[in-house]
């Protein structure tokens, strides 16, 4: 069978209210394009213009054009299902004739936007209008992302991590950092000490290493990619030697802590510490640390 494909008889363009003065976020789209997002928040109201301009002259005929605000999660693995957890709609004309340029104004007040989005490896949780024009042949879509962000209030115990790790008889050490949970802005503060050495160690870094998780057994997904990799001693320690950690989460491309995520993912972080001997082997202790988001001054 031949197949037919009929090019767009109308152009559609969403603007929204207020986005030349709100945060931008730059986001990869389709083909590897940027997209440029203005940044809403929970129970923020999205409001706009939806303009349809009928191309060279001709009018055409619909059966309703609708615009609706949706919450999707897409699985990289499962391409073609989207999973819809918010989806909103208002009609912004009834069937009939379209024989010039129209302009819409619609308003979705107070949305609840439950979780923040996310563009990871294999998941993309995403919130966009589309607006929908229904035709017996040929209908019309056209999305236009947003970027949501989520503020959580401060952990209320904010406890210090304290492990010991070693080989016995050969290596013993005490690491300490000095929270568990860190903003999206905040410091990593802590101390490495030494209690007994005895194997030759080359040098040690530390590592923050993100780790998505998607779906569920047996379709479950773990991928994990290091966001920063950083050498914190070069040389033999002896035993008694403090190693201090300061590292500055500003500068990192992170997101905050995600767990179960609508049933569908789940994004974590850890801190792992490396030691490396002389002969290349490795040592190493990871700490599961949580990300959260403030508002920003």
């Not at 990869?28 to 928040?41: F, I, L, Q, T």
């Amino acid at each position: 069978m031949a197949a037919y494909f009929f090019s767009s008889p109308v152009d559609v363009e969403v603007k929204l209210e207020d986005e030349e003065a709100r945060k931008i976020v730059e986001i990869k789209g389709e083909k590897d394009a940027m997209v440029r997002c203005p940044v809403y928040y929970d129970g923020e109201g999205v409001a706009g213009q939806v303009t349809v301009r009928v191309r060279d002259g001709k009018k055409i005929t619909h059966e309703g054009i609708k615009v609706e605000f949706v919450g999707s999660i897409e699985l990289f693995y499962d391409r073609g299902h989207h999973h819809e957890f918010l989806s909103l709609s208002q009609e912004l004309a009834a069937p009939g004739e379209l024989r010039s340029a129209q302009t819409f104004e619609f308003m979705f007040k107070n949305v609840e936007k439950q979780y923040e989005s996310y563009q990871g490896i294999n998941v993309k949780l995403r919130y966009f209008v589309r607006v929908q024009i229904s035709r017996r042949v040929g209908g019309v879509t056209k999305e236009r992302d947003v970027w949501v962000h989520s503020y959580r209030m401060p952990p209320d115990s904010n406890n210090s991590i304290k492990m010991e790790v070693g080989i016995e008889d050969c290596l013993h050490i005490e690491f300490e950092y000095n929270k568990s949970k860190y903003h999206l802005k905040d410091v990593i503060v802590g101390k490495i000490y030494f209690l007994l050495v005895r194997i030759k160690i080359k040098h040690m870094e530390l590592s923050i290493i993100r780790r998505e998780t998607t779906g569920s057994p047996p379709n479950q997904y773990n991928e994990s990619e290091t966001i920063t990799k950083f050498e914190i001693m070069d040389g033999a320690p002896v035993r008694g030697e403090m190693i201090p950690i300061r590292l500055f989460l500003g500068g990192f491309d992170l997101t905050p802590t995600f767990r179960e995520v609508n049933k569908k993912f789940s994004t974590r972080y850890y801190l792992n510490l490396v030691l490396i001997d002389e002969e290349n082997r490795r040592y190493f202790k990871q700490q599961e640390i949580t990300i959260f988001r403030i508002p920003e001054n």
